[in-house]
C-alpha cells in the first residue's frame, strides 16, 4: 500500500505561483511513476503531469505547458507541481497519483493511489 499527502494549495491572483507537494510512504517511492491531475467543480477529473521513476522524462497538458513543472526528488519520497503564471481556469483541487506500471498515461485507471487533493483557487 501507498498513502500520498499533498500540500501547498491555496489562494493566489491571477499571475502568480504556488508549489505543491505530494509526500509518499509505504512502498520505496522511485518504483512508482507518478501524475498530477485536478478536477474543477462540476468537471472531469483531468490530467495535468507526470514524471517517470527516476525524473528523468516528463509528460505535460496542453493546457499547463510551459507554466507548469513536475519534479522529485526520490530521497525524500517526495513528487512537485511547481505551478506559475496562474489563470483562474487552473482553479480546481489537485491530485498526486502513483502507478507501478505505466509512465506518462493521462487515464486516471492507470494510476494505482491517490492523494486526498488540495485546493487551489486562482483569483481574477
Known amino acids: 500500500q501507498v498513502q500520498l499527502v499533498e500540500s501547498g494549495g491555496g489562494l493566489v491572483q491571477a499571475g502568480g505561483s504556488l508549489r505543491l507537494s505530494c509526500v509518499t510512504s509505504?512502498?520505496?517511492?522511485?518504483?512508482?511513476?507518478m501524475g498530477w491531475f485536478r478536477q474543477a467543480p462540476g468537471k472531469e477529473r483531468e490530467f495535468v503531469a507526470a514524471?517517470?521513476?527516476?525524473?528523468?522524462?516528463?509528460v505535460y497538458a496542453d493546457s499547463v505547458k510551459g507554466r507548469f513543472t513536475i519534479s522529485r526528488v526520490n530521497a525524500k519520497n517526495t513528487e512537485y507541481l511547481q505551478m506559475n503564471s496562474l489563470k483562474p481556469e487552473d482553479t480546481a483541487v489537485y491530485y498526486c497519483?502513483?502507478?507501478?506500471?505505466?509512465?506518462?498515461?493521462?487515464?486516471?485507471?492507470?494510476?494505482?493511489?491517490w492523494g486526498q487533493g488540495t485546493q487551489v483557487t486562482v483569483s481574477s
Open positions: 497519483a502513483a502507478a507501478r506500471r505505466v509512465y506518462g498515461s493521462s487515464l486516471s485507471y492507470d494510476y494505482d493511489y
Open positions: 514524471i517517470n521513476w527516476s525524473g528523468g522524462s516528463t
Open positions: 509505504g512502498r520505496t517511492f522511485s518504483n512508482y511513476a
